[in-house]
C-alpha cells in the first residue's frame, strides 16, 4: 500500500531555516510527479509547489517562490522542500502528495509534518 | 489563479439528511474538480474526482455533479462519520486551487 512519510517540522525563528523530508513507498516513485500541499491552523489546503518525476521542472506559488526549493532523490524513493527565510505565515502542516502537475487529483497523503514559525 | 468558492461555509444537518455543498470556479474548468474529505487531525481523503467518480472504497451515498464553473457534491444519507469538513479542488490549471471548505456540524 501507498505510505508517505514526512518529517522535519519543527519550531523555527522567523527568517530561518527548515528542511522537510518525506520518504515514499508502495508506488512507483521514480514515474511519479510529486506535490507539497500546506494546511495553517484551522484553515483551508493550498499548494505549495511540484516537481516532475525527473526533477526537471518545478513549480511554487508566488509567495513561497525564491524562498523554498523542492528536490528529491529517486535513488532513495524520497521528496524534499528545503524552506529558508520562513515567515510566521509559513507555518502549516505540510503535507506530500502524489500527483499529476495537471488534470489530476490527490489521491494519497501522509500524515503530515506541523512547521511553526515564532519568536 | 482560478477561485474556488464553497458554499455554505458550514451546514448543520441530522444524521439521515441529505447534504449538498456547491463549489463554483471563478472560470470554466470542464470536469477536472475533485472532492475531499477532512477530519480533524487527519490528511484529506479523496471521495469524487473528475466531477462525479467515486473514488475505490468511498460509499456510494457520496456523488458529484457538475461541469464548467457549478458543481455538486452530494451526501445521500448523512451517516455519523460523515460529519467533517469537505473541500473542492480543480484540477484544469495550473496552480491547483482549493476552496475554502465546507463545515458539516451535527444538527
Redesign the interface.
Known sequence: QVQLVESGGGVVQPGGSLRLSCAASGFTFITSGMHWVRQAPGKGLEWVSFIRYDGISKYYRDSVEGRFTISRDNSKNTLYLQMNSLRAEDTAVYYCVPGDFWGGYFAYWGQGTLVTVSS | DIQMTQSPSSLSASVGDRVTITCRASQSISS?L?W?Q?KPGK????LI??ASSL?SGVPSRFSGSGSGTGFTLTISSLQPEDFATY?C?Q???????????TKVEIK
Open positions: 477536472y475533485n475531499y477532512q490528511a484529506p481523503k479523496l474526482y473528475a473514488q473541500y479542488q484540477s484544469y490549471n495550473t496552480p491547483p486551487t482549493f476552496g475554502q471548505g
